[in-house]
């Protein structure tokens, strides 16, 4: 705080104006209030047998990513991953998770909020969901899976600029990111 002739203002370590205690906070704002497993199931369906069976597995992992406004504020972003190992003989297992954060934003652009909530986020909940799927796989009886790291952020720009030629081409418009559920 600076005493100046009476007056109080909030400032931050670089001496910048703060967030102003009346509630008039004007700056933007972001963050992950929570995570958690919102959908998970795990299928064996070959066992016992799969487990005589010598050849490791061929492994297709599929991503999604959804994003709904929960509040005031406040989004869920899901991030949803499913992954079938597959051998010669069959099935050897099916993971399917639903991991969902809590994003908090407030003042934020539009465009940058869109870009939060679809590759940012993501990324900081990815190394989570990959530990669940990890454990999920030990459990169902096989060595741990370590899902490769993904650049979010490169999908997305690659999907944005597919989305914008389409837009340009007559297609649907890009959904704006609103604060208000």
């Not at 190394?127 to 030990?138: G, T």
């Amino acid at each position: 705080m600076a005493d100046e002739e009476g007056v109080l203002t909030n400032l931050d370590t670089n001496g910048a104006a703060g967030p102003q205690p009346n509630g008039e906070d004007t700056l933007p704002a972001v963050g992950i209030i929570t995570q958690y497993v919102k959908d998970l199931s795990v299928e064996n369906p070959s066992s016992p047998d799969v487990f005589q069976w010598p050849e490791p597995p061929q492994i297709d992992v599929q991503f999604n990513i959804a994003a709904e406004p929960k509040g005031t504020d406040v989004h869920e972003v899901t991030l949803k991953l499913t992954l079938t190992a597959n051998s010669e003989r069959g099935i050897m297992y099916i993971v399917d998770l639903a991991y969902c954060g809590l994003v908090g934003m407030r003042n934020v652009p539009e465009e940058q909020g869109h870009a939060f909530l679809y590759a940012e986020a993501p990324r900081l909940l990815f190394p989570f969901a990959r530990s669940v799927v990890a454990s999920a796989v030990r459990d169902a009886g096989f060595p741990p899976l370590m899902v490769d790291p993904v650049d979010f952020n490169g999908i997305y720009a690659q999907q944005l600029a597919a989305r914008r030629a389409e837009e340009a081409a007559g297609g649907k418009p890009i959904a704006p990111v609103t604060g208000n559920a």
